[in-house]
C-alpha cells in the first residue's frame, strides 16, 4: 500500500489502464486456447481493475474489449 501512496491518481490510472489491457489479452488468449480456469483467474484481477479504474472515473467504453 505504501507504493499507491507515493504515486498520484494519474499514475495511478496508467498503471491501471496498462494492467488492465494486458489482462484482457491474456484473457483472450485463454479463452481462444480453452483454458477456463486460467480464464476465470484473470476474470478476478479483470473485475477487480474494472472497478478501481472506474471509480477513478476513467471511461472504459474504448479499452474493455471483454465487456463482462
Known amino acids: ?3 499507491m ?3 498520484n491518481n ?3 490510472i496508467q498503471k491501471g489502464i496498462e494492467d488492465f489491457k494486458n ?5 483472450l488468449i485463454a479463452k481462444e486456447e480453452t ?3 486460467t480464464y476465470a483467474s484473470l476474470k478476478d484481477d479483470y ?3 474494472k472497478t478501481l ?3 477513478l472515473g476513467v ?3 474504448d479499452i474493455d474489449k471483454i465487456k463482462e
Open 1 to 3: 500500500m505504501a507504493v
Open 5 to 7: 501512496e507515493e504515486m
Open 10 to 12: 494519474g499514475e495511478i
Open 23 to 27: 489482462i484482457q489479452r491474456h484473457m
Open 35 to 37: 483454458a477456463t480456469k
Open 47 to 49: 473485475i477487480s481493475l
Open 53 to 55: 479504474l472506474n471509480s
Open 59 to 61: 471511461n472504459m467504453t
